[in-house]
């Protein structure tokens, strides 16, 4: 199998190329949102060429485009390993899809029942509950975080689901700090408890696969924008808790959830990230294959592509790591112990004795490095963090940077914050 190749993955992504002042921008703004390769700009602007065409009519344009968009599910099917491409509903972003399952959710709950959050979560993931439970007179309870470590107090979680909770809702990976919670076994807690699970996949799908059935969720959503495609939501839903909620649509609307004319093209290129995806699979993944044992095709081929990408990121977030703890005044909140990488994403966290984050994030915006800086809408954690208003410097890696774009990032924050 060929060695991982970033400089021939660099290639397929146009952006990659930009410069500022003369030199290549570094790119480590991919928590919030990922570059898009050129596969997926070219499936964006075939759509509109060759296929732009309402759904359901009998002719042409509007053929393909109805193909196009069954086979994105299809493939965002084969992405989650979904049963059924059935069980994928799309939608603007996930938390538009979230408010309205919430919305049928609360449909079928009574004044008083329980509904379980995190305080680990985005926003998006705690706020449509919270609403429901307002809306509905239901309790809310607010499962809480062990600062040391910015994981899951997996206690407190347990002590919530004796309360017997409808819903528990919780993300599989933090776009904050880069925690990832043991998804399978808090899912199987929950079912113990009665309880359905609604679970935030927008942060983990660039980074790990992700395999619906084995983790067993009721309910799982993601954004496409967030693994190299176009602004486009995704919900999972094993089809019999989708059959048995009550849907808010019109009469005439073809899907139950995906309400009013979707955004097709973006759809198209949703369809081609997934193939971007199988193909490093493809070309990197032969020896991550046996992990996926029941997989072959297109999922087998997404899913090795996954576990390839996160073999080549977690290295180089090593990398990144020991720079900024050599930096005096650092300090790297969540999981920094090497020993348990499995528990955490590529996404680093930052705070720098005297420096706000926005200062830091907007010095290395001028010398052509993108960060993100604040709380991501992961309000929870740097409230419970005490990090509020000021927040962190997020740093995201993603398969597409380099050492060398590293090495360059940990040379300028050394300057910034003196102590280069």
């Known amino acids: 199998m060929p060695t991982f190749d970033v400089d021939a993955v660099r290639a397929q992504f146009p952006a990659l190329s930009i410069e500022q002042d003369g030199v290549p921008v570094a790119l480590f703004d991919g928590p919030g949102g990922t570059q898009v390769p050129a596969s997926v700009i070219d499936a964006v602007a075939a759509y509109y060429r060759t296929s732009n065409a309402n759904n359901g009519g009998e002719f042409l344009t509007s053929r393909r485009s109805d193909a196009i968009v069954d086979d994105a599910h299809a493939a965002l099917a084969d992405l989650l390993n979904a049963a059924d491409p ?44 919270r609403s429901i439970a307002a809306d509905r007179g239901l309790e809310l309870r607010t499962v809480d975080i062990r600062p040391d470590d910015v994981t899951l107090d997996v206690e407190r979680f347990d002590a ?45 799908a660039p980074h790990v696969p992700i395999d619906v059935r084995a983790v067993g969720t009721d ?3 993601c954004s496409v924008y967030k693994f190299f495609g176009p602004h486009v939501g995704v919900l999972y839903g094993r089809r019999d808790a989708l059959d048995s909620l009550p849907s808010y649509k019109l009469r005439v609307a073809h899907d139950r959830f995906e309400t ?50 996160r073999a080549y990121e977690m290295p180089l977030f090593g990398r990144l790591l020991d720079g900024l703890e050599a930096i005096p005044g650092a300090r790297v909140w969540g999981i920094t112990d090497r020993a348990r990488f499995a528990e955490r994403t590529p996404t680093a966290a930052v705070t720098f004795e005297g420096h ?29 963090l005490g990090l509020e208003p000021e927040g962190v410097l997020r740093i995201g890696l993603t398969h597409y940077n380099t050492a060398a774009e590293v090495d360059r990032l940990l040379a300028e924050l050394a300057a910034i914050t003196g102590a280069g």
């Open 86 to 129: 059935d069980e994928i509903k799309l939608g603007a972003n996930m938390t538009t899809l979230t408010m309205h399952v919430a919305r049928s959710l609360a449909a079928t709950f009574e004044p008083g029942d329980v509904i379980a959050v995190t305080c680990l979560d985005h926003e998006a993931n705690v706020g449509p509950w």
């Open 160 to 204: 919530i689901l004796h309360e017997r909770p409808r819903l528990v809702a919780f993300g599989w990976a933090s776009n904050a700090v880069g925690t990832i919670n043991p998804v399978a076994e808090l899912v199987r807690r929950a079912h113990e408890a009665g309880a359905l699970t609604y679970v935030d996949a927008v942060h983990a």
């Open 219 to 221: 309910f799982l959503a």
């Open 260 to 309: 009013g004319t979707l955004n097709f093209e973006g759809i198209a290129g949703a369809r081609a990230a997934v193939e971007y995806i199988a193909g490093v699979g493809r070309r990197y993944g032969a020896d991550h294959a046996g992990s996926f044992p029941g997989m072959d095709g297109r999922t087998l081929d997404a899913h090795a592509g996954m576990a390839a990408i």
């Open 356 to 384: 706000p984050a926005e200062a830091v994030s907007r010095a290395l915006g001028d010398r052509g490095i993108a960060t993100w800086w604040g709380n991501f809408y992961a309000i929870g954690p740097m409230e419970r």
